[in-house]
């Protein structure tokens, strides 16, 4: 009895003492939880260890409380029988009685104690709260303590919710729960689960959103071991297991052969130890080279083959006859292969025919197609040639338009004189060439006007893209190939007075619009005082009375226009307008003045160089522009346009082939001209085709750049032809070869005499050199006269 009762005695301390060691955290998480238990770094093996020791906590205390049921029931069960030897053994028991009175004393001390901490233990214990976020729908689980209230739940959990703790209202079954409750007045049992609702009473300003989803919390678990280092003697580990989100390698394994059971290779988070380096370089082939060995074996024993004999039977119902062929000889059997080997090889020849031809097929085929379609492509551009030619016949809208139209006209009066000439003599004669001339002044001047018509709509589309540059803001090209724009106080004035001249041209607005607009442009002219400006006021000043007087728009046309016209001078301006002075055709400054002037011989005027055209021999002409056009239309009335687009498609298929090339964009018109005219006078070198819209200039040897002494003028249908020739001594006869090197020894000759085009010059061959006449200047004339003339002296 007394064994016992010091037994439960030292339970009970043991339970004491442990439950003073240990202090479970609320709240704290714990290594039972579920993996979806929000965790914080450094807490897990806090929370394992105040777990376990709270589990061998209750269950000391129950095994306490078992054993004071059973002693109390002993001591029940003894009662009887003591009243029944009282009289017989009271000198002998009453030391006895006296022990065990202090002993159930004291074990009733135990027992109160036992309840109060069972109680205070059962407070401490945890169980799994799964707090659900509405309207959201988000889980948080967590381990908390049961004797804790609702507020120190909403506590813990609103840092984590990054919302004050006031806002969060928690429910359980639809019912909201007071905040001075605990877990266990809810009626949750330790170890066990319950499930809570959570919202927020000011949704809009602090809604409820976990710190992260799950799927991305990659938070290490943490696990205690309890190992063993000595005898009697464990060590409790805090162990972190990395949980990535990719499954597991497969690293191998084996299976049981009896039980049948699996076991699997662990993957490890430590790398493999490397070889400790020795320092020292090796290059070997050991583990590349195999080393072969051959090894003769002989039989331990003789062999024999066992056969019918005395004493001896071997069976022969296995056997079987073999009965021999037909001999066949070495030069058969050799016979049989080749012929074997020749037909293999003729349907093989058959099969390469057959891929060949088929081949040479698809060949012609595509060779057909692309032949149609240069044909179709040719046909094409012909067509659309013939169209913008005759779209500018009907609507000339440029000079070159003008000059087609009165080439035309002198072709027609070329036929028609030539026609009279032919059938009509005498005063008949006069008076058809008269009527001839008649229609002629007619249809120059119905051209003339057109011509007037269409300068004046071109007048306008001249200033607004005059003013449009003006205004333009300035750009450039950055390193990255970005496009960079930058507008200065200059760009932003040109603005203003481009949109204030719109504004004055617009016809269709109300009086009050054109009064406000004149108004603005009053205030602006009047920041400069000066004469111009003045009578742009007064214009102003007249329009705005007549306007108040009720005058009809139609009587004002002439004063608007007036005053467009001194606005457009005062935009011209660079002391009003800066950004405008580099877009004038005549400088400002006047050395440049003096320099670029030039005396026209046609109509004696001092004009600035760009009105006067140039050719690659840097020698501007003696006539301007207009005096150049004014005499093509009164004597030959020629068109250019046909050398202008000679000229750009060589400069296209020069550009294609070498993009350094500079000769072909030296050249001018006149020169272009004067090759086709002159040197290969208006003729393809191949077939003598005279249609100058189908005629274009290529290399003579494709290996060297194009030049004037290094080309050859062709009809669109012989160039593809020319330029596939690899040799052109072995394609052409040399009769053909001396008559283009004569052409090229004419070009040489002209272009010599030019400084910019003689650095370009190759030396010429020793028999050309033998050739070559006297270097005389041969000058352009116009005219047929003056063509032959020239041709005549060439030869």
């Known amino acids: 009895m007394s064994e016992q009762t010091e037994n439960e005695e030292q339970e009970v301390k043991d339970v004491k003492e442990e439950n003073t060691d240990t202090n479970p955290q609320p709240g704290g998480s714990t290594a039972e939880q579920p993996p979806d238990v929000d965790r914080e770094p450094g807490s897990d093996g806090e929370a394992v260890q105040a777990y376990r020791l709270t589990k061998d906590v209750l269950e000391a205390a129950e095994e306490a409380e078992t054993q004071a049921d059973l002693h109390n029931d002993v001591e029940q069960l003894r009662e009887p029988q003591k009243t029944e030897n009282v009289g017989n053994s009271i000198a002998t028991d009453v030391p006895e009685t006296m022990e065990e009175a202090e002993t159930q004393a004291d074990l009733s001390d135990d027992a109160e104690q036992l309840r109060e901490q069972r109680k205070e233990n059962v407070g401490n214990s945890t169980a799994t709260v799964k707090v659900v ?60 689960s319950t499930r809570m609702e959570m919202s927020s009473t000011d949704p809009n300003t602090h809604p409820l959103r976990p710190l992260r989803p799950p799927e991305h919390d990659n938070m290490p678990d943490v696990i205690t071991v309890r190992v063993q280092t000595d005898e009697d003697v464990f060590q409790e580990v805090v162990v972190e297991i990395e949980r990535p989100r990719q499954q597991k390698a497969f690293l191998g394994g084996y299976r049981h052969r009896l039980t049948g059971a699996e076991y699997h290779h662990a993957a490890v988070q430590t790398p493999p130890k490397r070889r400790p380096d020795r320092g020292v370089v090796v290059f070997s082939r050991n583990t590349q080279t195999v080393e072969l060995k051959s090894q003769v074996q002989q039989c331990a024993v003789n062999i024999s083959t066992q056969m019918t004999g005395i004493g001896c039977y071997v069976s022969c119902m296995n056997d079987k006859l073999v009965t021999p062929g037909n001999y066949i000889t070495a030069d058969e059997y050799h016979d049989r292969r080749l012929r074997a080997v020749i037909l293999l090889q003729s349907f093989a020849r058959r099969w390469l025919a057959q891929q060949e031809v088929g081949r040479l097929r698809r060949e012609r085929d595509r060779r057909m197609a692309w032949l149609e379609l240069q044909e179709r492509r040719r046909r094409e551009e012909k067509e659309e040639q013939l169209r913008d030619r005759r779209h500018r016949w ?62 004046n709509n071109n007048y306008d589309k001249t200033v607004r893209n005059f003013l449009d540059k ?37 016809s269709t607005v109300s009086q009050e619009q054109r009064l406000h607009v004149l108004m603005t442009l009053k205030h602006t002219v009047k920041e400069h005082a000066c004469q111009l400006t003045q009578d742009i006021v007064d214009l102003i000043n007249r329009e705005v ?25 005062y935009i011209k301006t660079p002391v009003f307008n800066p950004e405008v002075a580099k877009h004038l055709k005549v400088p400002q ?31 501007l002409s003696s006539q301007c522009r207009n005096c150049t056009g004014l005499d093509n239309i009164a004597r030959s009335r020629d068109d250019f346009s046909c050398y202008k687009n000679i000229l750009r498609r060589l400069r296209a298929d ?48 494709r290996q060297r750049d194009w030049s004037p002494w290094n080309c050859i003028l062709l009809s669109k249908e012989e160039t593809s032809a020319h330029m596939e020739v690899e040799d052109i001594h072995k394609a052409y006869e040399a009769t053909f070869i001396r008559r283009i090197e004569h052409k090229h020894t004419l070009a040489r000759r002209h272009f010599s005499q030019i400084a910019v085009m003689a650095e370009y010059l190759d030396s010429p061959p020793t028999a050309a050199l033998g050739n070559q006449l006297v270097s005389k200047p041969i000058t352009m004339a116009t005219g047929k006269h003056a063509t032959d003339t020239t041709l005549a002296s060439a030869h």
């Not at 009907?394 to 070159?400: D, F, K, L």
């Not at 760009?610 to 840097?618: D, E, K």
């Open 545 to 569: 009375d007549l306007m108040t007087r009720g005058v009809k728009a139609a009587s004002l046309e002439g004063l608007r226009k007036r005053i467009s016209t001194l606005f457009l001078q």
């Open 654 to 701: 020069e550009q294609r082939l070498n993009e350094e090339a500079k000769i072909p964009f030296l050249l001018q018109v006149e020169d272009v001209r004067y090759l086709v005219e002159v040197v290969w006078t208006s003729r393809s070198a191949l077939h003598a085709s005279s249609d100058l819209y189908n005629l274009v200039f290529i290399r003579w040897e």
């Open 133 to 192: 976020l509405m309207p959201e729908g988000h889980v948080m689980t967590v381990a908390f303590a049961i004797g804790l209230s609702i507020q120190e739940l909403k506590r813990h959990l609103a840092p984590e919710l990054r919302v004050p703790a006031e806002v969060l209202q928690i429910s359980l079954d639809g019912r909201v729960v007071e905040e001075q409750q605990s877990l266990m007045e809810l009626g949750v049992r330790p170890h066990s």
């Open 470 to 506: 003006s205004a333009a803001p300035h750009q450039w090209r950055a390193a990255d190939g970005r496009l960079i724009k930058m507008d200065s106080q200059h760009t932003v004035r040109a603005r203003e007075l481009r949109d204030l001249y719109n504004n004055i041209n617009l």
């Open 589 to 619: 400054n006047p050395s440049q003045l003096k320099n670029n002037m030039f005396l026209c011989c046609g109509c004696h005027r001092y004009l600035h160089s760009a009105n006067f055209s140039s050719s690659a021999s840097a020698r």
């Open 394 to 455: 009907m609507n000339p809208q440029r000079r070159e338009d003008f000059n087609l139209l009165y080439h035309a006209l002198e072709k027609w009066r070329c036929e028609e004189e030539q026609r009279i000439n032919s059938s009509l003599q005498g005063a008949e004669r006069k008076a058809a060439l008269c009527s001839l001339l008649e229609q002629e002044t007619q249809l120059i001047a119905a051209i003339r006007c057109h011509r007037i018509a269409v300068q």
